[in-house]
C-alpha cells in the first residue's frame, strides 16, 4: 500500500470586525437595499405623490426646466437660488438637440412643435446669457 501525501489547505479569514455592531459591508449593502426598497414601497403607497404622466412631452419639458434652471431663468428648486451654470445650460440644449435629430419623423405634430419650440427658446437665451 503506498501512502498518500495529503496537503492540508488552511484558509485564514484576515477580514477585521472592529465593532460587533457595525455590520459587514455585505450586511450593510443589504440593509441599504432592504431601507430603499421599504422606503419605494412608502412613497408608492403615499397618496400625495402626484407625479404627471410620463410621456416625451413631459420628458421634453423636465429637461426644459433643467436648462432653464442652468441658465439662471428659474431658481433652483433645493435652494430657492438662481446659480447659471452655461456649461450645464449647453449639455442639455444639446441633449435636446440630440433628441430633435434623432427622433425626426417618428414624433407627433404637437410634440415635433413643442421640441423645436423649447429648442428654439432655450437656444436664444443661452445666446443671450453667453454673449
Same mark, same amino acid.
Given at each position: ?6 496537503? =492540508?489547505?488552511?484558509?485564514?479569514? @484576515?477580514?477585521? =470586525? ?10 450593510? @449593502? ?27 412631452? !413631459? ?32 449639455? !442639455?440644449?444639446?441633449?435636446? %438637440?440630440?433628441?430633435?435629430? =434623432?427622433?425626426? %419623423? ?6 415635433? =412643435? ?18
Amino acid at each position: 500500500m503506498s501512502e498518500k501525501n495529503e496537503e =492540508k489547505i488552511i484558509v485564514n479569514d @484576515r477580514r477585521v =470586525k472592529l465593532d460587533d455592531d457595525e455590520p459587514s459591508e455585505s450586511e450593510a @449593502r443589504k440593509l441599504a437595499e432592504k431601507k430603499m426598497a421599504h422606503d419605494y414601497e412608502e412613497a408608492s403607497k403615499n397618496k400625495e405623490l402626484h407625479f404627471p404622466k410620463v410621456d416625451f412631452s !413631459t420628458f421634453i419639458i423636465s429637461l426644459s426646466s433643467s436648462a432653464l434652471v442652468h441658465l439662471g431663468e428659474v431658481p433652483e428648486p433645493e435652494s430657492g437660488k438662481t446659480q447659471p451654470n452655461l456649461a450645464l445650460a449647453k449639455h !442639455t440644449i444639446d441633449v435636446l %438637440g440630440i433628441l430633435e435629430e =434623432k427622433t425626426k %419623423g417618428n414624433l407627433t405634430v404637437q410634440e415635433e =412643435k413643442l421640441l423645436r419650440d423649447v429648442l428654439f427658446d432655450l437656444r436664444m437665451k443661452y445666446v443671450q446669457k453667453a454673449g
